[in-house]
């Protein structure tokens, strides 16, 4: 008798093994097997630790998968967005950066003061395009001034003013991430057009308690190669 503890907990370990990577699905089946198991008043106290062990390892394996899909699901949707108007951050930093060369060879203070604000304004555009959060609906920074009728819709209006709200509060967050010299990139590989990965910056503004309404099944959406 005192082996068939370790015999299922043994084989609870295996099986904990071949769930990882196997989709959301099927963590969350094992997740509700394993609660179920606890329950149990008569479980051995080794196979209980082994389980509550298990257990957090799913819950965190499944947070990821979950994070990982959202995202997907996301970058796809805005991938055309996002790459244009990273084209267009760089084509208007570029542009920033010149004038400041021009400014400097004038020596005339205020236009290089000018200039240089430019400058700061257009890498905190790049860096706001790259870094915006992947699990969570883009906000253009270039967005669509035609809105008829919404200035008389009172909701629209409340939406608009959020997002408003949000794109302020996020470009106030990479300024600061850029003055203190934190950004997980160069802006000059940015700038370059080459490829960089951040994998799920978490933003200030993001709720962790989202991640619970993410989809039930591994759903197969191509990766965003963009942001590879």
């Known amino acids: ?59 965190v394996e499944l947070q990821n998968t979950q994070l990982n899909l959202k995202a997907k699901e996301i970058a796809k949707k805005y991938h055309m967005v ?31 003061k000018k200039a240089r604000k430019v400058v700061k304004h257009s890498e905190i555009d790049l860096a706001y395009v790259v870094l915006f959060p992947k699990t969570e609906k883009y906000i253009s920074l270039y967005p669509n001034s035609e809105k008829d009728g919404e200035d008389t819709n009172p909701k629209a209006k409340k939406g608009l003013l959020m997002t408003d709200e949000r794109r302020l509060q996020f470009k106030k967050e990479v300024e600061n991430l850029i003055d203190e010299n934190k950004l997980p990139f160069s802006i000059e590989d940015a700038l370059k057009g080459r490829s960089i990965q951040v994998d799920h910056y978490h933003s200030s503004h993001q709720d962790q308690q989202e991640i619970d309404a993410a989809v039930e099944e591994d759903g197969g959406v191509e990766e965003d190669d963009f942001f590879e």
Request: proline share 3%; charged share 40%.
């Open 1 to 59: 008798m005192p082996k068939a503890p370790r015999q299922r907990s043994n084989g609870s370990s295996i099986e904990v093994a071949s769930i990882i990577g196997g989709g959301a699905a099927k963590l969350k089946k094992k997740i509700r097997d394993i609660q179920r198991l606890l329950k149990k008043d008569n479980l051995p106290g080794d196979v209980r630790t082994e389980n509550e062990r298990a257990l957090k390892g799913l819950q």
């Open 82 to 112: 996002r790459f244009f108007e990273r084209k267009k951050a760089i084509r208007k930093l570029k542009g920033a950066r010149k004038q400041l060369e021009d400014a400097e060879k004038t020596e005339v203070k205020k236009d290089i």
